[in-house]
């Protein structure tokens, strides 16, 4: 009975010693005289080079949100990247702003790809990071970052794009993707009309992309946004199932690319 009990004690001391330790740390990064802070996120138990996933923040900015996003792709073995696209100290006051802010990169698609690959290459080129194994991810303004770090050719094996904008004013830069492609979508989201959608999957067919599209029914813009409330009316609303859902399916199409 004795030497049970030691051996329960011991698989617990290493079961403890095992969990995972996250780090987050603040990252200062420039290009030409504007300077972007983002934060990676990575647990200081794993050794050796792990799969590094840019994540791109939604029109609010990094906030504690997408620390909480990183910090869960670290705990799954990633060095998880939230990548800056606004610059250091800008961060909106309100939606207002925000949607000025946004608005400002989906009118100017060049500045976004900029703005995304220069995130990228500050992931890839952090000591912790497997450089052929990248990944990205995104929310709302985020989604639509993801997509155009795709349309811009960059090297990534996968994008997810959570209730992501799907607009876009060049089709024939799907042509550019490298990787796959998950879409995350509810069915009733205003924001994103139907017709965004079909010229999304057309574009995608057209240029042979491997990619899935998910919607959510009854399930509106910002399902993974518990912040959203639930009042499907308003445009926006939490929608618990969609939310659970879709970040299994991120966690297995990310596992099955870095295998």
Known sequence: MKSILTSIFL????????????????VEYTSGDKTFEGVIAFDTQLKGKKPGVVVFHNWMGISAETESKITELAKLGYVAFAGDIYGKG??????????????????DRKLLRDRVNLALSELEKNKHVDAKKLLATGYCFGGTAALELGRSGANVL?????????????????????????????????????EEVASFKKEMDDSKV???????SGTVHSFTEKGAGDDITKGVAYNAIADKRSWEGMKNFFSELTK
């Open 210 to 216: 491997t990619y899935q599209f998910t919607a959510f």
């Open 11 to 26: 698989m617990g001391l290493l079961s403890m010693n095992s969990e995972a330790k996250i780090k987050l740390e603040k």
């Open 90 to 107: 800008v961060r909106p006051k309100n939606t207002k702003e925000a949607g000025e802010l946004a608005t400002m990169y989906k009118m």
């Open 158 to 194: 996968g994008i997810v794009s959570f209730h992501g904008g799907l607009s876009n004013p060049t089709p024939v830069d799907a042509k550019n993707f490298k990787g796959q492609v998950e879409v995350y979508h509810g069915a009733l989201d205003s924001y994103v009309p139907a």
